[in-house]
């Protein structure tokens, strides 16, 4: 089993840059596929980004690819999200995932942090 738990959410204006980051939590770390998702109010919960367990393989969604960059650092148990040229739709709810598969399907992640608000103003 592992917990998530993300930091580094905030407010910040169009255009701007944030780095979230997820600590993990248990000695298995390295053995999980690594995803980040959000959920803004109202919609449903959205693909961001997802990083196979060596770090060399990457995934993103069509609404960030350009913009965000997922990185992962095993010895560290973290996985991170740097957000540059943030846009007023990237506010939501971001969460790390963790899986045994790599997936882009949210349903494919068994374990989850509490999430971290970005708020991205115009």
């Known amino acids: 089993q592992v917990q998530l738990v993300e930091s580094g959410g905030g407010l910040v204006q169009a255009g701007g840059s944030l780095r979230l980051s997820c600590v993990a939590s248990?000695?298995?770390?390295?053995?999980?596929?690594m995803g980040w998702f959000r959920q803004a109010p109202g919609k449903e919960r959205e693909f961001v980004a997802l990083?196979?367990?060596?770090?060399?393989?990457?995934s993103y969604g069509d609404s960030v690819k350009g913009r965000f960059t997922v990185s992962r650092d095993n010895a560290k148990n973290t996985v991170g999200l740097q957000m540059n040229s943030l846009k007023p739709e990237d506010t939501a709810v971001y969460y790390c995932?963790?899986?045994?598969?790599?997936?882009?399907?949210?349903?494919?992640?068994?374990?989850w942090g509490q999430g971290t608000q970005v708020t991205v103003a115009s």
């Open positions: 995932a963790a899986s045994s598969v790599y997936n882009s399907r949210a349903d494919k992640y068994d374990y």
């Open positions: 248990g000695r298995t770390f390295s053995s999980y596929v």
């Open positions: 990083i196979n367990r060596s770090g060399f393989g990457i």
